[in-house]
């Protein structure tokens, strides 16, 4: 099992930044990719970025040049530095880890809501 703590939301204004944070626990080693994923009201759940254990990052068209994601595997905490926020970024972002003991599993936080407003 694996426990994922997402932090670091709130409100900011446009062109603002903010660094999400999610702290992974429990059977950590057996992760080898991390990834975050938003999803704003009425929308599908969207991926944002991925990152997986070497290091190899992936990021949605919409925000490259602005996100980017880190991974500290000493502290098991993966981050999303976002900058030059848009209006259009306001969502709640979940964490998700995809875990292999046996067979594949894929886990959730509970999300921290990022609004972006003047």
């Known amino acids: 099992q694996v426990q994922l703590v997402e932090s670091g939301g709130g409100k900011v204004q446009p062109g603002g930044s903010l660094r999400l944070s999610c702290a992974a626990s429990g059977s950590t080693s057996s992760i080898n990719a991390m990834a975050w994923y938003r999803q704003a009201p009425g929308n599908q759940r969207e991926l944002v970025a991925s990152i997986t254990a070497g290091g190899i990052t992936n990021y949605a068209d919409s925000v490259k040049g602005r996100f980017t994601i880190s991974r500290d595997n000493v502290k098991n905490t993966m981050y999303l530095q976002m900058n030059s926020l848009r209006p259009e970024d306001t969502s709640v972002y979940y964490c998700?880890?995809?875990?292999?003991?046996?067979?594949?599993?894929?886990?959730w936080g509970q999300g921290t809501q990022v609004v972006v407003s003047s």
């Open positions: 998700n880890a995809r875990a292999v003991s046996g067979s594949i599993f894929r886990y």
